[in-house]
């Protein structure tokens, strides 16, 4: 297949790549700077997603990965055009590229986010919960791509939590650094927030086979095992060996966001294969050993 692939540097991304270079052609869509694997198969493509250049991309694609989103997506409102132009209006440039370039499948990297908080696994027909700008910018780029479905099969894989070996900056890798550090994490309530978070490995294999579906659809990619803020940082410190330290918030009622991955396991046909514990303890050892080679 030919691919074009945004956001091919990321964290998800640059797994995809490795994972698909073997046997497909990719136009990696990326601002300069960014790291791809030297390969045949791989194309650069120098571009900011704020305006796109159709006209360097090929003029004919089977499918396309949208796994870019804004790096200024915590700073709203003073980054909002930023986000908004890489997370929806890029979305809907590529929409019509591959429009034109008569692709057949085109996959959008949405989050599980987009349905707030549920106190059940949240489904992917339960109705939108916009908390905050970030998530509105990812759910109009979901309606934008569903719009397309006379043309391609419109995709939208709706990630929680990815984690996993050389992620930084994030969530998971936040929580274990601090654990390490001997800093509080901070917990709502008794347990702070419940999630099924996925490992990278497992996430980048539902990515993939999204690839081979024939009709639009909307799936959740998570992990198999719910867990909450306060187990996570117990789990942590166990793998670790340094005890976590608390500092508690009053609760503010049943926070969970957890994806049910029933439509993962049917229509992507994928079971998440990494336990909590192994990816804990690989992200766990790819962090500390960072920090030793660092200290020497």
């Given at each position: 297949?030919?691919i ?7 964290f998800?991304?640059?797994?995809v ?18 790291t ?8 650069r493509?120098?571009q900011?997603l704020?305006?796109i ?9 089977d ?5 870019a ?5 915590r ?5 909002a055009k ?10 809907l ?6 429009r ?8 959008y ?25 970030y998530l ?13 479905g006379?043309?391609f099969a419109?995709?939208?894989l ?20 601090r654990?390490?550090?001997g800093?509080p994490v901070?917990?709502?309530g ?5 999630m ?12 993939v086979r999204?690839l081979d579906?024939v009709r639009g659809?909307i ?6 095992e719910t867990t909450t ?6 789990l942590?410190g166990?793998v670790t ?29 994928v079971?998440p ?9 690989r992200?766990?050892k ?7 080679a660092t200290?020497?």
């Open positions: 297949m030919r074009v692939v945004t956001g091919a540097t990321g998800v991304g640059g797994q790549v490795r994972r698909l270079m073997s046997d497909h052609e990719l136009y990696c869509v990326t601002r300069k700077g960014g791809l694997p030297v390969h045949p198969h791989v194309q493509v120098e900011d704020v305006t250049d159709a006209g360097a991309l090929p003029k004919t694609v499918a396309i990965l949208h796994l989103q804004s790096r200024e997506f700073k709203f409102p003073d980054q930023d986000i908004f132009k890489v997370n929806t209006e890029s979305t440039q590529l929409l019509e590229y591959g034109h370039a008569k692709c057949r499948v085109f996959v990297a949405s989050s599980g986010g987009v349905c707030g908080y549920l106190p059940r696994p949240i489904v992917e027909t339960d109705p939108p919960q916009l908390i905050n700008f509105a910018s990812k759910y109009a780029a979901e309606c934008l791509v569903n719009s397309y006379d043309f419109p995709i939208n709706r990630y929680f939590f990815v984690y996993g070996e050389g992620q930084r900056d994030m969530f998971m890798p936040g929580l274990l650094t654990v390490l550090q800093s901070t917990i709502a008794k347990t702070g927030v419940a099924n978070p996925v490992h990278v490995s497992d996430a980048v294999e539902a990515t999204a579906l659809d799936i959740n990619v998570a992990g198999g803020v306060y187990d996570l940082a117990e942590i166990q060996g340094q005890k976590p330290v608390y500092q508690y918030e009053p609760d503010k009622g049943a926070l969970a966001m957890v994806g049910s991955i029933e439509n993962m396991k049917l229509k992507l046909g079971t294969k990494i336990t909590l514990k192994e990816g804990i303890e992200l766990a790819d962090i500390m050993d960072e920090r030793s200290s020497r």
